[in-house]
DNA sequence: AACCAGGCTAAAA
DNA sequence: TTTTAGCATGGT
């Protein structure tokens, strides 16, 4: 079944979206996939999508069953307004943020399979985008169909000798084994967790073991769709000191919450990929 | 060939 | 409470 929706290049661009760091198998297609020049691919949990744009009516269109179509538009988070909000960043007399707009036109914050986010971001600690996704793809490989990801009770039983092998997880192998079992016991409830009020869903991650502060933060935006949430990685601390210099840490961070009142997350977003495209 | 990467845990101070 | 060593491993 394919869905046509009427997208500007500010309201959506998937090269931006896919190489942003929010997520890690969106994938460009080989071109000439589908019939089409330029098609792209996504799976979260049991939906799969491809899509295109579509020269003759200009409308992106999306290929997925008929009962997934409301998973994938909230997915794309189709219901925010990006390009509003867009506008009161070029109000504003922020260089660096307004640098960053112009740069990743079509960004959007995805609502992400829970358990994908939580895995993915387990892996991510003090590692690379393209290990990481080498990582991911191995998983997806070795322990699901090569295309979705690996479900709990897959993952919690793999031995750490094995999982280590050849996936590059390194120390993260015990990590992902230990939050698969709590998940399987029930001791862990992502679902549960992501109904919480920020404060309470912070916290019940944090204690999760292999699970710090900005960890937490990478799943609760893209996998809870916290828009306050405002992941400070190795990156975001250049950009703090380098680009907002004349602030101290804290004021900086009044700053952003004060200012960008529910897409504090988004507005990391375009920074981030915008610090990482320049180097 | 060192240093870095979407950091975290646990021990030390 | 805040600071720091150690961590697996491939990318740059």
């Known amino acids: 079944m394919v869905f ?10 998937p090269e931006v979206i896919m190489n942003s760091g929010q997520v890690f198998r969106m994938k460009r297609e080989i071109p000439g996939a589908h019939g089409m020049p330029d098609t792209y691919s996504a799976c979260s949990g049991d939906n799969d999508v491809y899509f295109y744009l579509n020269k003759d009516n200009d409308t992106w269109d999306f290929v997925c069953e008929e009962a997934q179509w ?19 960043v070029r109000a504003s007399s922020d260089k660096f943020l307004k640098e960053s707009l112009m740069d990743s036109f079509g960004m959007r914050i995805l609502r992400q399979d829970l358990w994908e986010v939580f895995i993915s971001y387990i892996i991510s600690q ?21 295309i979705h990801f690996p479900k709990p009770d897959v993952l919690a039983f793999i031995p750490e000798t094995e999982l280590m092998d050849g996936t590059a997880l390194g120390y993260r192998a015990d990590y992902i084994i230990g939050v698969s079992k709590g998940v399987l016991d029930g001791s862990i409830d992502l679902e549960k967790i992501s109904s919480l009020p920020y404060d309470e869903a912070y916290n019940a991650l944090i204690k999760i073991k292999g699970i710090g502060p900005k960890v937490a933060n990478c799943i609760m935006l893209y996998g809870f769709h916290f828009m306050e949430s405002y992941p400070i990685d190795t990156w975001m601390k250049k950009i703090i000191t380098e680009d907002y210099s004349s602030y101290s840490k804290d004021e900086y961070l009044n700053y952003i919450n004060e200012s960008y009142i529910g897409f504090q997350g ?14």
Do not use: M
Not at 4 to 13: D, T, V
Not at 266 to 279: G, P
């Open 4 to 13: 046509s929706k009427s997208l500007s290049a500010e309201e959506f661009n």
């Open 266 to 279: 988004y507005i990391q977003q375009l920074q981030f990929y915008h610090k990482r495209k320049k180097k």
């Open 126 to 146: 003090n590692n690379n985008i393209p290990k990481i996704k080498k990582s991911i793809q191995v998983l997806c490989d070795r322990y699901s169909d090569g």
């Open 70 to 88: 409301d998973f994938w538009q909230r997915y794309f988070d189709f219901e925010t307004d990006y390009v509003s909000f867009n506008d009161s």
